[in-house]
């Protein structure tokens, strides 16, 4: 590997020195992808007939990334990892990609996840499981977890992910990689399949700081297609990234992060736990201060569940549109209605299905309020005293997930009560639309583990900054998987 | 019939036909022959495709839902409806759920009879929301068009206030011409740019509530006449018959053919739609000014004309009513007026033959050949003496026969009113120097006679001696013998 583990920055100024050209990049781009795909299953398409492209003062021009199968890519394959789509060529392009592609930036393959995005583990997609580059016995997490992969293995500098509940932060954090999505809106989501609209967020996996701010930079924007999409053209997140975080304030969230709230702690989670608050302390050794602060436990608890029943909702209706009958495998039957059935009988797999039938029973009238109504009140709670603290606080940072990637083989296990909440806590992010960036701080049973700072609506650069600081203060800055089995 | 007390509530959807774009894509609104041409994305439900609130559509329903007196939300947002149908590729509706805010809520308006008295109608709401595609069954085939899916379309939902067919066909009416005259529809039925539904029940008094039947996708207003009526008598027959159990709530179509009403399906298995708001659209402030501007900018409507029709121009009620009706037959008798043509005899010429032609010929009165100019050269010839009436309807004809300017034809059949004194002079010369028995008997006192010489001169000149003169050229030269 010669180039493809460099960042956005040096490959620029490479490229524009002449020392390598983007056809050379997209080749050894393209060789790693396929090696990736034979150790991870990590995409769906691998665009071999990939050509450089031309290089001009834009940092991403003629440089090589990947794109998550749910995004709308004009005249290539887009499936969403899902048997419903195994066929779909769309005619138009994501909003997002089309930033990219604009600016020259390279495509060379489409990366593999949960199906549309419903799943953490990285285990549904219609092509198979992905797998951790650090250690392939271990799940990526999803739903990016192609994406994840990729950039982890170093195929590229970047690859464009999805987050809805922590696509790209939760697979980030057990690939030792950047993931960020920035504030709601921030990105248009026009092109990307939906899952949960309101939940929803375009983002970016890299393996620097400085590298998500310059893809997000182009990828964002007011897009007349999203309605939700709005004018952030004052931003310039790379311009402006600094490390001078001296008086920021951080907080975290005592009922979760702390360890004495998990009597039957596992090894696992006491080295995560016991590795977050080394984190912090690193945090105040570049001049921030870090509070635990308590939420109301009750809110808390909620927060699987209230993403459970809202992300289901909407997904029921969002993915209604798959029928096999205008775009999509056509299936069998004598009427309409048995091959809008076979079709999505045979194409969903057993947990969209799962959740399918969650998001149409929540939304029954007679459900309705109990479940779906209750639920968007929970948010609303859960959101305002979360920017109850940014009142007070610059961002909040929280460990990512419970530990380590889990086992792929143990996958079915169910995940313990007591740690639910701080496994999920990271759909916060999705719940009030934040910004949130998660970074590797360091390795428990030698894999990755990850931290994530997230700070108020339209805080973006804030966030980063910090996030920037703290990488530079540790070892894991642009780090690439070493397997380590 | 008759002796039962009939309620009625209506629920009329009108396409808006006059926005660019559709309410939530950028296809072109615009009516075509020409299946699935007027379709983005969005239209046919692809993946990743979002909602665009067209501004001008959400404009257009405000201004209805004042014209409604209705109270307007403080915010506007939209709910999805979920149902599985070949129409609707995304499988949901983006609509409105009243009682949930929507762009008009708790109106009303006041129609007038064509005998002059008025009755309110109550609305309930008025919401916006996209059409679904259009669907024609074939022998073993469907086939379905997307230009009409997301069409923008007006939901008018009326309190079941309304006691007779004839009512009920007054309000659709006068609502059509509101969509006409401000621009926001052409509402053309035969478009199928107008669907209604209809609720009738009967009970004995106005304190007690019968079993509400439902009748849906009407698409004409005879339709609903005929519905209504049907079912008032169907349901009349039933409780006469000491069976009115087995009028059950239930769903049921308007059969043209038959003119008779059709069950469908029982209301107790009603679909769940499982409503809620759609997250694609942010919810947006209506402001005072927005809503003031709109108001500011309500053109003069239906009945406006219809007072100034009879205040500035002494037309009855009657005509007047019938001239506002459509908003075109106002428009020609407005541009009449302009050209100055005689407000009545430009009413009476549209009300009956032209009105009678256009029916006749299913044309619009604005395609006519008989342009208002074209009328004013006809009605301005009948007051300067130049025809006489029994030729301007001749002319009225042979214009639109031969599409040829009216003074051409005047000059090519001799149709001139002879006015000039010298001819009638010698004419009514003639025709006493051929008549002096009957002159004889004239002054004998056989004043009866006056009328046989007028005949004689009208004979002479094929009619076109103007009678007035000839009276009294007559009356003159008999004198004088």
Redesign the interface.
């Known amino acids: 590997m010669k180039y493809m583990g460099l960042s956005i920055t040096e490959l620029h100024e490479k490229l524009k020195n002449g020392e390598v050209t983007s056809e050379e990049l997209v080749k050894e781009s393209l060789e790693l992808s396929h090696d990736a795909q034979e150790k991870c299953n990590a995409f769906v398409t691998i665009l071999d007939d990939t050509k450089g492209g031309e290089v001009t003062d834009d940092l991403l021009s003629g440089i090589p990334f990947g794109v998550k199968d749910n995004?709308?890519t004009k005249g290539v394959l887009?499936t969403?990892s899902s048997n419903t789509?195994n066929d779909?060529v769309?005619?138009?392009d994501?909003t997002a990609y089309d930033n990219l592609k604009k600016r020259g930036a390279i495509m060379v393959n489409k990366a593999a996840g949960d199906e549309f995005g419903l799943g953490g583990t990285g285990t549904t997609a219609h092509t198979g499981v992905q797998r951790n580059p650090w250690n392939t016995d271990h799940m990526c997490a999803g739903s990016s977890s192609g994406s994840a992969a990729a950039v982890a293995a170093g195929v590229y500098p970047y690859a464009l992910g999805s987050d809805t509940g922590d696509s790209i932060r939760k697979p980030a954090g057990f690939c030792g990689i950047v993931g960020y999505k920035p504030t709601y809106g921030m990105i248009s989501?026009?092109?990307?399949?939906?899952f949960?609209?309101?939940l929803d967020h375009c983002g970016v996996l890299t393996r620097y700081v400085r590298d998500a701010a310059i893809v997000v930079d182009a990828m964002k924007g007011i897009d007349?297609?999203?309605?939700?999409s709005w004018d952030s053209s004052h931003i310039h997140l790379n311009d402006d990234l600094t490390d001078d975080v001296k008086g920021k304030k951080l907080f975290y969230i005592k009922e979760l992060c702390d360890l004495d709230n998990y009597p039957n702690a596992d090894e696992e989670l006491t080295a995560h736990l016991n590795n977050f608050h080394e984190t912090l302390k690193k945090c105040e050794s570049l001049g921030m201060t870090v509070d635990g602060v308590h939420i109301d436990q009750a809110l808390i608890r909620a927060i699987p569940s209230v993403y459970q029943v809202i992300s289901c909702?909407?997904a029921?209706?969002n993915l209604?549109?798959?029928?096999g009958?205008?775009?999509g495998p056509r299936g069998e039957g004598d009427n309409?209605?048995e091959m809008?059935k076979d079709h999505r009988t045979k194409g969903f797999s057993p947990l969209i299905k799962r959740r399918l039938i969650i998001g149409?029973y929540v939304?029954?009238?007679e459900n309705?309020e109990r479940y779906?109504k209750n639920a968007q009140r929970a948010r609303r709670l859960i959101v305002d005293a979360i920017k109850e603290q940014f009142k007070n606080y610059d961002a909040m940072i929280s460990p990512v997930g419970t530990g380590p990637a889990k086992l792929i083989d143990g996958s079915k296990e169910m995940l313990k009560d007591d740690t639910l909440a701080l496994e999920d806590q990271l759909q916060i992010g999705n719940f009030g639309g934040f910004p949130s960036i998660t970074i590797p701080n360091g390795f428990v049973s030698n894999l990755p583990v990850g931290i994530n700072i997230t700070g108020n609506c339209y805080e973006d650069q804030l966030v980063l900054n910090i996030a920037y600081a703290l990488e530079s203060a540790m070892e894991y800055k642009g780090q690439i998987a070493k397997e380590v089995k | 019939m008759g002796k039962y007390y009939v309620t009625i509530g209506l629920e009329m959807h009108c396409e808006v036909s006059e926005t660019k774009s559709k309410v939530f894509s950028s296809a072109k609104n615009e009516y075509t022959e020409t299946p699935n041409s007027n379709i983005r994305p969005l239209d046919m439900g692809f993946p990743g495709t979002l909602p665009v609130v067209n501004k001008e559509a959400v404009r257009m329903s405000l201004m209805m839902s004042e014209i409604l007196n209705c109270r307007q939300p403080e915010y506007m947002y939209f709910e999805r409806k979920n149902y599985y149908y070949p129409d609707m590729p995304k499988n949901y509706q983006i609509t409105q759920n009243p009682p949930e805010d929507c762009v008009g809520m708790n109106g009303y308006i006041d129609i007038e009879r064509e005998d002059g008295s008025t009755f309110r109608v109550g609305i309930n709401n008025i919401h916006l929301e996209e059409d679904a595609a259009s669907m024609d069954h074939l022998y073993d085939t469907s086939v379905i068009d997307y230009n009409r899916a997301g069409v923008p379309l007006l939901e008018l939902v009326t309190e079941p206030c309304i006691h007779s067919a004839e009512d009920a066909v007054s309000f659709l009416e006068y609502i059509r011409a509101i969509y006409q005259y401000c621009g926001i529809s052409e509402a053309d039925s035969k478009k199928g740019q107008i669907r209604c539904d209809v609720n009738v029940s009967i009970s004995d008094d106005e304190n007690t509530l019968g079993t509400k039947v439902e009748m849906k996708n009407v698409n004409s207003f005879g339709g609903v006449f005929g519905a209504i009526q049907y079912e008032i008598k169907r349901q009349s027959e039933l409780k006469d018959a000491d069976r009115y159990d087995e009028v059950e709530q239930e769903t049921r179509r308007w059969d043209e053919e038959s003119g008779t009403t059709i069950r469908m399906r029982s209301k107790v298995d009603a679909e769940d739609y499982k409503y809620f708001v759609e997250p694609n659209i942010p919810k947006f402030k209506i402001t005072k000014e927005w809503l003031e501007e709109i108001r500011k900018s309500i053109p003069e409507l239906p009945y406006e004309r219809k007072a100034k029709y009879m205040s500035e121009y002494g037309l009855s009620a009657y005509d007047a009513g019938i001239l506002i009706k459509d908003i075109n037959t106002a428009n020609y008798f407005e541009k009449c007026i302009s050209l100055g043509s005689d407000a009545k005899m430009a009413a009476n010429w549209i009300t009956g033959n032209i009105l009678g032609y256009t029916y006749k010929h299913e044309i619009e009165i604005q395609d006519l050949y008989l342009t208002p100019e074209r009328l004013n050269v006809i009605i301005s010839s009948i007051q300067d003496g130049k025809i006489s009436s029994k030729q301007a309807k001749e002319l009225f004809f042979m214009v639109l026969e031969r599409e040829d300017e009216p003074e051409n034809i005047m000059k090519s059949e001799g149709m001139q009113q002879i006015s000039d004194d010298g001819a009638i002079v010698s004419v009514v010369t003639e025709v006493l120097d051929e008549n002096s028995e009957q002159i004889e008997q004239y002054k004998n006192g056989k004043t009866n006679m006056f009328d046989y010489f007028v005949g004689q001169v009208m004979k002479k000149t094929r009619g076109q001696a103007n009678p007035v003169k000839v009276k009294e050229t007559l009356t003159n030269e008999l004198s004088k013998r």
């Open positions: 995004y709308s887009s969403g789509l779909y769309p005619f138009f994501a989501r026009y092109g990307l399949f939906p949960a609209s309101s007349e297609l999203d309605m939700t909702a909407e029921t209706s209604s549109n798959l029928t009958l205008i775009f309409y209605i809008m149409s939304l029954q009238t309705q779906f």
